[in-house]
């Protein structure tokens, strides 16, 4: 994200499993030390997020997080990119999020590019708020519940 690239001269970590990640059977350690560093979790939601086994796991760390800061929220920032569908759990109905719906089919506009523009500032906001984490405890995909067919 352009927007965001300036924040990288200030130390700024991104972890995008697409990228990092290689085949075989290192990937979920390497995503657990991932989670247990970061200070923001910023989820992109379609309908499938919530039947992942990971996602869910990533999501409960994060709210595990808040509690144990005393924060009523502000580690999960989710961008919703596609209707969540009916099935949406509550755990995300009751969190306020970043309706992206309108963006992603045309980014070159002009409205797109001012909604990513202010979606990178609320991150960087964020971030200043967020209280640094280092090796925290990760909550495990084969510890959650999702609803429907599980990945």
Same mark, same amino acid.
């Given at each position: 994200?352009?927007?965001?690239?300036?924040?990288?001269?200030? $130390?700024?970590?991104?972890?995008?499993?697409?990228?990092? +990640?290689?085949?075989?059977?290192?990937?979920?350690?390497?995503?657990?030390?991932?989670?247990?560093?970061?200070?923001?979790?910023?989820?992109?939601?379609?309908?499938?997020?919530?039947?992942?086994?990971?996602?869910?796991?990533?999501?409960?760390?994060?709210?595990?997080?808040?509690?144990?800061?005393?924060?009523?929220?502000?580690?999960?920032?989710? +961008? %919703? %990119?596609?209707?969540? $569908?009916?099935?949406?759990?509550?755990?995300?109905?009751?969190?306020? /999020?970043?309706?992206?719906?309108? %963006?992603?089919?045309?980014?070159?506009?002009?409205?797109?590019?001012?909604?990513?523009?202010?979606?990178?500032?609320?991150?960087?906001?964020? +971030?200043?708020?967020?209280?640094? /984490?280092?090796?925290?405890? @990760?909550?495990?995909?084969?510890? @959650?519940? %999702?609803?429907?067919?599980?990945?």
């Amino acid at each position: 994200m352009e927007y965001a690239r300036p924040q990288n001269d200030k $130390g700024l970590r991104e972890f995008h499993d697409y990228q990092v +990640l290689g085949e075989g059977p290192d990937w979920p350690p390497q995503i657990s030390r991932a989670l247990a560093s970061s200070k923001l979790l910023v989820p992109i939601i379609t309908p499938r997020y919530f039947k992942s086994r990971w996602n869910v796991a990533e999501w409960k760390t994060f709210e595990s997080r808040e509690r144990r800061s005393g924060l009523s929220g502000g580690l999960i920032l989710p +961008l %919703v %990119v596609m209707d969540p $569908g009916p099935n949406a759990p509550d755990w995300f109905l009751t969190r306020p /999020f970043v309706d992206m719906r309108d %963006v992603f089919p045309r980014l070159d506009t002009a409205a797109s590019t001012e909604k990513i523009k202010a979606l990178s500032e609320r991150v960087s906001h964020a +971030l200043q708020l967020a209280p640094p /984490f280092v090796d925290g405890p @990760v909550v495990s995909p084969a510890l @959650v519940e %999702v609803d429907g067919p599980i990945s």
